[in-house]
């Protein structure tokens, strides 16, 4: 007789958790590394935002005029990942990949602080279509953490980001 078949515990991750995890990872493997090379919590936090748009945004880095250069067309898009929403919290799943929109409200938040960074990712939104309600509701919550990790405490605040996403924008 053959042994009965085990459960499989393992539970795949859903696409929050992937961005979660994902922030954890390159937070380990960048912050540490790089400021002991540099004693620069600024280049540090630099390096792990370029890595997390590499990771999940079509952008080469974090660096703003590639960011814009990719957005005009002047330099090429890098392949983006093809995560969905799976896993967000109910209010800003919209079906598209909201990790990529994720990384890049941070990314906006980092480069342009909260306010500018806000207001010009919500302008790429219709606040009249419903459709993009989530997309704008995203933006609220990323674009102040971005902010975050680019001021005095941004070397902690990335440290925990792969924690503050599995808290505030994944599902429960």
Not at 15 to 39: F, I, M
Not at 104 to 110: E, K, M, R, V
């Amino acid at each position: 007789m053959w042994p009965a078949r085990q459960p499989d515990t393992k539970q795949k991750k859903n696409d929050c958790q992937e961005l979660a995890a994902g922030a954890k990872s390159l937070a380990e493997n960048t912050l540490a590394p790089v400021l002991k090379a540099t004693n620069d919590p600024r280049s540090a936090v630099d390096t792990f935002m370029s890595s997390l748009a590499r990771t999940y945004t079509e952008f080469p880095s974090a660096n703003p005029i590639e960011i814009f250069a990719v957005n005009q067309g002047r330099l090429p898009a890098q392949a983006s990942s093809s995560f969905r929403d799976s896993g967000f919290a109910p209010g800003f799943r919209d079906g598209s990949n909201q990790v990529r929109h994720a990384a890049g409200g941070l990314l906006a938040g980092y480069n342009l602080g909260a306010q500018a960074g806000l207001s010009y990712i919500n302008s790429r939104e219709n606040p009249n279509d419903p459709a993009n309600m989530p997309d704008i509701r995203l933006n609220g919550q990323t674009v102040p953490k971005g902010a975050e990790l680019a001021g005095p405490r941004g070397y902690a605040a990335a440290a925990q980001l792969g924690e503050w996403v599995n808290g505030t924008l994944c599902g429960k």
